[in-house]
């Protein structure tokens, strides 16, 4: 009788061990993919502020020569 209940104590601890060993390697999946989730949030980001800033020097670029174009202002007189 005594093996027997050994044998059911080491199936339960190998199940046990094997369950703790699934969830650990889930937990880590979990937060590496968080993790690459935000360098790719933080990449866009990036990406979009440089497409403003070029969006916005253009449209400096535009409005000075539209200024430009226009010639002298009435109160301009220099």
């Known amino acids: 009788m005594n093996a027997a209940l050994a044998a059911v104590f080491a199936v339960g601890t190998g199940v046990v061990v094997i369950v703790v060993a699934v969830a650990v390697v889930l937990v880590v999946l ?6 690459r989730g935000r360098q790719v949030r933080a990449a866009n980001r990036r990406h979009e ?3 403003a800033h070029e969006r916005a020097g253009r449209a ?3 409005s000075d020569i539209t200024e430009e174009q226009a010639g002298p202002r009435a ?3 220099s």
């Open 49 to 51: 502020l440089g497409e």
């Open 60 to 62: 400096e670029r535009d």
């Open 30 to 35: 979990i937060v590496a993919l968080s993790l």
């Open 75 to 77: 109160g301009d007189e």
